[in-house]
Nanobody, 125 residues
């Protein structure tokens, strides 16, 4: 059974940093791209970043480029998202997912069982 468990969310002031982590079990991670998505109240879920199975190829949403960095450690079965210079518009529930399509980062292409439960990130003074 596939499980993805996020951690690291919280309340942070604008300009601050947070690091999200996601532990994945039940999948051979050497064969799966991983990614982060977010959903703000009243909005659709959107892509943040994806990373391929080896960690050599990444993709980012324009809104987070040069502020967020995705990484993975297949030996620890984790994917992380370092978020710097956070803005109020980054406030959302952040989800990690497996089988992330690197090019499109389309969340509808990800199987229903390949999502974590989400972690809240609130950027506010």
């Amino acid at each position: 059974q596939v499980h993805l468990v996020e951690s690291g969310g919280g309340l942070i002031e604008p300009g601050g940093s947070l690091r999200l982590s996601c532990e994945v079990s039940g999948l051979p991670l050497d064969y799966y791209a991983l990614g982060w998505f977010r959903q703000a109240p009243g909005k659709e879920r959107e892509a943040v970043s994806c990373i391929d199975s080896s960690g050599s190829l990444t993709n980012y949403a324009e809104s987070v480029k040069h502020r967020f960095t995705i990484s993975r450690d297949n030996s620890k079965k984790t994917v992380s998202l370092q978020m710097n210079v956070l803005k109020p518009e980054d406030t959302a529930v952040y989800y990690c997912a497996a089988s992330c399509p690197i090019a499109s980062m389309d969340p509808s292409a990800i199987p229903r069982d390949y999502w974590g439960q989400g972690t809240q990130v609130t950027v506010s003074s």
